[in-house]
């Protein structure tokens, strides 16, 4: 069942491509246990962060989604027009999310990518490699309205070097199609189940992303336990053994510890919830 629809006319294109990507951040959200993130479990390493208010986040998040699916069935192909369009309509649905959420950044990192991608999928692609290199092709134009700010995405460039959620787009989300989408298919043709499989494609994730939002609160020693603890988890069998859950717990722990939290990660498990929908056809 789809997150907001309940009227009885047809859906539009558009309509659907929002329901999917607030599907899979609520999907995101609801899985658990996840390292050190908001889930069914608790707030992870957050205080100002609770499952309630990710969802509220969400489905805030409908109407933007909506636009940007319009926007690019309007202008009908790749460009600037499109792209300035989205940088608009993206801000627009940041500040819905900041009014919802009383001012706590929830999404900005899913607002980019799954706009980016619902744009992407809405201009006729439904194959994964598709999707994505349009959705690269978008994120390489640069947005003229765009303001710089020093968000601590772009602090930690200047520290560290890592160029975060802008070249993961730029490079058409590497994190998801070499890791997370495949992931998530070995652990199901394993007979993991979905949840565990979701989790292993989450780990996938962090054992190579430069996860801006780990950088900026635990350095790279926050990101280093990231990137290991996640493989350690996966080389034990992953989330459905024993040996796997047990690791995950100490890697939740260890984070926590660190106060590091993969929100960047996770963004991208969203992103790859939503391609593997689009590209399975169900929608
Ligand atoms: C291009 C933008 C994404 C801006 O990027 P930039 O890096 O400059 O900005 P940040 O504000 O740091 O946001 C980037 C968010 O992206 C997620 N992320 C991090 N690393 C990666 C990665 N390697 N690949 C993909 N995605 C990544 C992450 O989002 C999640 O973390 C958020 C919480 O982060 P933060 O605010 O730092 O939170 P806390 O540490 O909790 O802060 P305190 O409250 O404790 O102080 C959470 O929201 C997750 O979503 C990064 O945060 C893009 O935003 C942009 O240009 N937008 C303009 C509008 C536009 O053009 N839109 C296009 C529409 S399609
Ligand atoms: N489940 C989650 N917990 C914390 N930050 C997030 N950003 C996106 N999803 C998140």
Redesign the pocket.
Known sequence: MHALNLQSKPLTLADRLADLAVDALIDEADLSPKPALVDRRGNGA?T??HLGLMHASALSLWPAFKE?AEAAIQFGAVGLPLREA??R???E??QAMLATTNG?????????????LV?AAALENTTASAVSLCAAR?ALLD?RY??R?L????Q??QRYG????????QLGFP?VLQRALPQLKRSRALGHGEQNARLDALLAIMTR?????????AGETGLQTMQLGAQAVLDAGGSASLGGRRRLHELDQQLIALNA?P??????LAACLFIDRIESGAF
């Open positions: 957050h100002d962060l940007m989205l940088g309509i993206g801000r649905g940041e706590v950044n929830t999404h900005r990192g899913a607002i980019w990518a799954l706009g980016l744009a978008l947005d765009a303001p700010p968000s601590h995405g772009a930690v460039a890592a160029r975060g959620a802008r070249e993961e787009a994190a992303l430069a996860d801006t939002c780990v950088l900026y609160r939290s929100g960047g990660a996770a963004d991208l």
